[in-house]
């Protein structure tokens, strides 16, 4: 198994700093998390400091921005604009030589079937539009499963599987969202998946925590390729991948 880190845990660190990082700890993959200071738009003009990535031996995945942006919304503008971002996220990738990217499904924010049903539509929709534009320019593009929540869309299995086939991606397993819904087996299941984010709770919320501090059944862990501990912390990313070591062992 490939084992990398979301940029969350050093998150406002330089690019340097994480690709440093990933190298000296032994990882082989890393996720920027492209909020705030990694804003696509941002990076991309002017386009100063990529090309430090052509420099490591390290496979990149970017996250999309997703705060405050919903592929669901019901609004169109909004919808628009999320389209957009991900494609600037899609465009970053190939300037900095990014194997995937990953995003949300979006959220409804009134809790009725009506509006669920309506904005799962417009979800498809997106997603399939962004995938297109990532097929045009040669990268994977990958939606996440989420917490076991009414108002996340891919909150299940066969949910997650449904968007996957209607928008002709690819998907990525949060195994610690999966952990929440009381079945991740099922999530493990299903196909197209390309990577794995490794975080641990309680069973019902998302907590976050370094593996081994919840209730995630680790032998789980033996069906993952590639895998990116999602943690706040970098202290528990290192706890995590030492979990991961040993049960590799």
Not at 22 to 37: V, Y
Not at 170 to 179: K, R, V
Request: hydrophobic share 35%; aromatic share 10%.
């Amino acid at each position: 198994m490939k084992i990398g880190f979301s940029t969350l845990a050093l998150f406002m660190r330089s690019f340097e700093e994480f690709l440093d990082r990933a190298t000296e700890d032994g990882f082989n993959l890393i996720e920027i998390l492209c909020e705030g200071p990694y804003w696509p738009r941002n990076m991309l003009n002017p386009e100063e400091g990529l090309e430090i990535f052509s420099s490591y031996d390290i496979d990149v995945f970017l996250h999309t921005p997703t705060i405050d942006l919903n592929p669901a919304s019901l609004n169109p503008g909004i919808r628009k604009e999320t389209l957009r971002q991900l494609n600037e996220t899609l465009d970053l990738a190939v300037k900095i030589g990014a194997k995937a990217i990953t995003t949300h499904p979006g959220l409804i924010h009134r809790l009725e079937d009506r509006v669920r049903n309506m904005a799962k539509y417009y979800s498809i929709e997106t997603l399939t539009e962004a995938n297109k534009y990532a097929e045009d320019v040669g990268i994977i593009f990958s939606v996440e499963n989420m917490p076991n929540r009414y108002a996340y869309f891919c909150n299940t299995a066969q949910e997650h599987a449904y968007f996957l086939d209607k928008c002709n991606c690819h998907g990525t397993i949060d195994l610690g969202h999966a952990n929440t819904t009381g079945d991740p087996v099922s999530f493990l299941k299903l196909e197209n998946i390309y990577y794995y984010h490794l975080s641990d709770n309680n069973g019902d919320k998302d907590q976050h925590l370094a593996l081994g501090q919840g209730t995630l059944d680790l032998k789980l862990i033996d069906a993952v390729d590639r895998g990116i501990i999602e943690l706040n912390n970098y202290d528990d990313v290192l706890k995590s991948r030492d979990v991961l070591i040993d049960l590799s062992q």
